[in-house]
């Protein structure tokens, strides 16, 4: 049995747990795995906070745009969408080149001066003690395939996939 659903959701911090809750309560009742559930709705929930964070609010006297939440489960793999309406990812890469930049002319300045800096690792690792910044790290650790793009007209699209494992087929059984 296939199975698809798809939210719109206000940019508001409640939306997220419930985005969560509806992903849970599908898979729960596919009979998928609930260690594989439980990082799937991890993913999702970074995924939402990231969409209500960023994305953009509706103009004075508008309605907020809010985010869409798309899940589709076909056999044992699982594809979520997560659509905002905010910059996009192009103002964010710009963002950290540009503070990259800058790092990077610090790093020259202090090497004519005669100190080494710490040389970077080509591995980029979230800042674990930074505040925000770490959920589309954890997105990517926990999906089997990840992908962040901007959408057509505005906003960010993370979409991510994860092969499904199953405990139990209810459905598979009541058709």
């Known amino acids: 049995m296939d199975i698809w659903w798809s939210l719109h959701l206000r940019r508001e911090p409640a939306s997220v747990p419930l985005a969560r809750r509806i992903l849970l309560g599908t898979m729960a009742t596919a009979g998928v795995d609930p260690e594989v559930s439980y990082e799937v709705g991890v993913a999702l929930t970074e995924a939402c906070a990231n969409a209500v964070e960023h994305a953009a609010p509706g103009s004075a006297g508008t309605e907020d745009d809010g985010f869409q939440v798309t899940a589709t489960i076909v056999g044992d793999r699982l594809r979520i969408e997560v659509t905002d309406s905010g910059?996009?990812?192009?103002?964010?890469?710009?963002?950290?080149?540009?503070?990259?930049?800058?790092?990077?002319?610090?790093r020259a300045a202090e090497s004519k001066a005669?100190?080494?800096?710490?040389?970077?690792?080509?591995?980029?690792?979230?800042?674990?003690?930074?505040?925000?910044?770490?959920?589309?790290?954890?997105?990517?650790?926990?999906?089997d395939h990840v992908q962040?793009?901007?959408h057509p007209r505005r906003g960010a699209v993370v979409s991510f996939d994860k092969v499904l494992t199953y405990q139990d087929r209810?459905?598979?059984?009541?058709?």
């Open 87 to 106: 910059p996009g990812f192009a103002l964010r890469l710009r963002r950290d080149r540009a503070a990259e930049g800058r790092a990077a002319e610090g």
């Open 114 to 143: 005669g100190r080494t800096a710490p040389r970077r690792s080509a591995v980029v690792t979230a800042d674990t003690s930074a505040e925000s910044g770490r959920g589309l790290f954890l997105i990517r650790a926990l999906a």
């Open 148 to 150: 962040f793009r901007n």
């Open 170 to 175: 209810p459905l598979a059984r009541a058709s």
